[in-house]
């Protein structure tokens, strides 16, 4: 299983972006799939997840109330829109999915490449 994240770039403090994460190679509508941040110097933090059809969504509370995680098994892509934009939002934005479905897990199976976000106070 691949997993291609992209979507990230520069954005000014307020400003939204969406990320995208494609995955390829294997059964996505079964797979459980979050996204998770690092910011440079810290540790990896978990962001949000969604359950394999999208009935379960988790959010880490520095988020909740501005970003939405989302998907879609007919493109084999889960989302992560990104409203209200802070500085302390920048960092690498990685998307992983878990073979199990339940999105919000302590294992995940399987991780993508990274997408960089830049939010300019």
């Known amino acids: 299983v691949q997993l291609q994240a992209s979507g990230g770039g520069l954005v000014q403090a307020g400003g939204s972006l969406r990320l995208s994460c494609e995955a390829s190679g294997g059964t996505f509508s079964t797979y459980g799939m979050a996204w998770f941040r690092q910011a440079p110097g810290k540790e990896r933090e978990f962001v949000a997840a969604?359950?394999?059809?999208?009935?379960?969504?988790v959010y880490a509370d520095s988020v909740k109330g501005r970003f939405t995680i989302s998907r879609d098994n007919a493109k084999n892509t889960v989302y992560l829109q990104m409203n209200s934009l802070k500085p302390e939002d920048t960092a690498v934005y990685y998307c992983?999915?878990?073979?199990?479905?339940?999105?919000?897990?302590?294992?995940?199976?399987?991780w993508g490449q990274g997408t960089l976000v830049t939010v300019s106070s």
């Open positions: 992983a999915a878990d073979v199990a479905g339940y999105g919000y897990t302590t294992q995940y199976d399987y």
């Open positions: 969604i359950s394999w059809n999208g009935g379960r969504t």
